[in-house]
């Protein structure tokens, strides 16, 4: 008995951000596209991106210098033909209102919901279809492209892979795409939690447990790399948007360094406060310029404490040197329960830059957060899933 086998011109595994972009530019051309996700509901990331109001794009989203990879350049080729002001005329086009909230980056102004159907809504009109809860069972290259067992046999000539990386496996994700590539014979590069919160050693975390909760604004260096935007004490280290940023680029073993009071000169802040009042204690003074918990335990680590007409220069240094170059080296991350992105991936020189095809498996492409690119913290990411789908859109 012959089974019956679906037809499609091209099959798109992931309903994310990349996966749907890929899937409704083909469908413009005339493609019969398909998209099929284990997931019971589409775009998940882009729903809860941005505290639920998707952070979809940086107005810096086409520099290649602020994204990691093996090879950073391949990125230029998709970032400069899908540009973060063509994603904005997508949502204007749509009536969906959006605002730039602080360094280029982008948001809805209602729900992330409205990016979320406003790709549902594309993917319709470009007469593609979507699968939800389909997991694959089975795949097999023919020789007229592709077969995928998923609830029954389905064959297309063109197969996106746009399932996404390892981070936040609460919502499914899994190392789907990386295993393709390798059935193929395509190179993964190594991966590891990207914009990830950072860990403390035992001792230091003691220490710094009463500050839970405490944030201030902080430059945080990872090598050569500095970003200089929000830090956050938790109840397990360090996180905020600084060191989400610091974390792509920093390895386990090395230290960071951190400046918990940028563009202040705490030295001569402190000096002269002794000139006005020797009686104000140090951590008193250190309070006008940081919050009262983080003045308490930085004046104890750097052991400069009392009134501060006791304290002299040399004390001030220590304080203010410790205050503005806050030297440790975190045990690890959170790993990918929190991280925001993957690190590494399917391996660029496997990848052509333009289409997305794998060079030496005619048919299969390869999008988004499955590739070895990684923007920055502040819709980059979103912004390679819609420019690296839309390109592949263009020739699958």
């Given amino acids: 008995m012959t089974r019956t086998v679906q037809q499609f011109d091209g099959v798109v595994i992931g309903a994310g951000a990349a996966g749907l972009m890929c899937a409704i530019e083909a469908g413009k051309r005339g493609r019969r596209m398909l998209v099929i996700d284990h997931a019971a509901a589409p775009g998940e990331k882009i729903r809860i991106s941005g505290g639920g109001r998707c952070n979809f794009t940086n107005l810096e989203a086409d520099r290649t210098d602020r994204f990691l990879s093996l090879n950073p350049a391949f990125a230029r080729s998709a970032l400069s033909r899908f540009t973060p002001h063509d994603m904005i005329d997508r949502l204007d086009r749509h009536g969906i209102g959006w605002h730039e909230k602080t360094l280029g980056q982008l948001f809805c102004d209602s729900s992330a919901r409205q990016v979320v159907d406003m790709l549902v809504s594309e993917l319709r009109d470009a007469n593609g279809e979507l699968r939800l809860g389909q997991a694959v069972e089975a795949l097999d290259r023919t020789a007229d492209g592709f077969v995928l067992e998923v609830g029954g046999a389905i064959a297309c000539r063109s197969l996106v892979v746009a399932t996404g990386g390892k981070s936040i496996p609460k919502m499914g994700a899994t190392g789907f795409a990386y295993d393709v590539a390798r059935r193929f014979g395509l190179a993964v590069t190594e991966t590891r939690p990207g914009l990830v919160p950072l860990t403390l050693e035992p001792g230091l975390l003691a220490r710094t447990a009463p500050l ?100 002299a220069d040399a004390g001030f240094r220590a304080l203010a040197d410790h205050i503005h170059a806050w030297r440790l080296k975190p045990v690890g991350s959170e790993g990918y329960r929190t991280a925001e992105v993957t690190l590494g991936g399917v391996d660029t020189a496997a990848i052509d830059q333009r289409t997305f095809e794998a060079r030496t498996v005619p048919g299969l492409y390869f999008v988004g957060e499955a590739v070895d690119v990684t923007g920055w913290l502040g819709g980059y990411n979103f912004q390679w899933a819609w420019s690296s789908g839309w390109c592949a859109g263009q020739v699958v």
């Fill in 212 to 311: 839970a909760g405490v944030g201030v604004e902080a430059v945080v260096s990872s090598g050569r790399t500095r970003f200089r935007e929000g830090l956050l004490f938790t109840h397990r280290g360090l996180s905020g948007p600084s060191i989400l940023q610091a974390s792509s680029y920093w390895r386990e073993g090395e230290e960071i360094v951190i400046d918990l009071a940028p563009a202040r000169d705490l030295f001569q802040r402190l000096r002269a406060a002794r000139q006005v009042n020797g009686r104000r204690a140090v951590v008193s003074v250190l309070g006008d310029h940081l919050p009262q918990r983080l003045a308490t335990f930085l004046a104890g680590e750097a052991g400069v404490d009392g009134p501060i007409g006791g304290v």
